[in-house]
């Protein structure tokens, strides 16, 4: 693949990530798309087993989401704004704490957002725990599993 191919790639990732964030769009499998597009054009037996990998990790995810409660985000008062401070804090704290920084930093990232918007850290150690509750494990688990995907694509094309 070429450069400009493996920007579309990442672009297509990022687009997924984003979009797990956001409620009805299909995150996680344009993550997965995006990692089938490029197992399809790149010849390397490493390509495959991060498009195996991939399916895998994705699979869990879903079956752990099942498991999980339904989510109901906008009944706790959750914003699209803390769903951006949510994010980039794990995106973040993935790259910053590599692969288990991310659970630290989405939880950082409500926490921030909610202490921006009410002011006081127990009202906002109170919001974080309402969010999580009422469908933030949900959206964690989903993030969590394209960002490992992420993560494995961007390891394969630099290293693999």
């Not at 299909?26 to 495959?48: E, K, M, Y």
């Not at 339904?70 to 951006?84: D, E, F, K, Q």
Request: hydrophobic share 60%; charged share 10%.
């Amino acid at each position: 693949m070429g450069v400009w191919e493996l920007l579309l790639v990442g672009l297509v990732m990022l687009l997924g990530l984003c979009g797990v964030l956001l409620p009805g769009v299909p995150g996680s499998w344009l993550v997965w798309a995006a990692v089938l597009w490029w197992a399809l054009q790149d010849p390397r037996a490493v390509a495959w087993w991060v498009l195996v990998g991939a399916t895998v990790v994705l699979l869990l995810s879903q079956v752990v989401r099942w498991a999980l409660p339904p989510r109901r985000l906008r009944a706790s008062g959750a914003t699209a704004r803390l769903a951006v401070y949510a994010g980039l804090g794990a995106l973040l704290g993935f790259f910053l704490l590599p692969v288990l920084g991310a659970v630290p930093g989405f939880l950082g990232g409500v926490y921030l957002g909610e202490r921006l918007r009410l002011g006081r850290a127990g009202e906002a150690r109170a919001a974080l725990r309402t969010t999580m509750r009422s469908g933030g494990w949900s959206v964690l688990t989903e993030l969590y599993a394209c960002l490992l995907i992420m993560g494995a694509w961007l390891g394969a094309v630099f290293w693999g």
